[in-house]
């Protein structure tokens, strides 16, 4: 999917659901700013290492997407993800994203 996007030098990216940052990665060739966020801490970590092995310092990847809500102030020229669709909220985060309905569960 990285290799599909046309993103350019000096745009922003951003990956709310960057996992172990195989998106990122892809991106990152192109020298645009990432962002990302990930709810599970031990994918988060190998994201963050992702970033360090490619001299990138990981401190636009935390998970503060998903445990504030949806209260980025910042605007990004690319969004992408592949979100993990059967993923357990828990019940005190279920505000922030059912707000359309609760989506269905595998």
Do not use: W
């Not at 659901?17 to 990152?28: H, T, V």
């Not at 997407?65 to 690319?78: A, P, Q, S, V, W």
């Amino acid at each position: 999917m990285g290799n599909i996007i046309q993103a350019q030098k000096g745009e922003s990216f951003f990956d709310p659901a960057c996992g172990s940052g195989e998106f990122i990665s892809e991106i990152i060739k192109n020298q645009v700013a990432i962002s990302g966020s990930e709810y599970d801490v031990d994918r988060l970590k190998i994201s963050k290492m992702k970033m360090l092995v490619n001299d990138l310092s990981p401190s636009n990847i935390s998970p503060s997407y998903f445990t504030e809500g949806h209260n980025l102030k910042k605007n990004f020229d690319i969004i992408l993800s592949n979100p993990p669709f059967s993923l357990k909220i828990p019940f005190d985060m279920e505000m922030h994203f059912c707000m359309y309905g609760k989506p269905p569960t595998s």
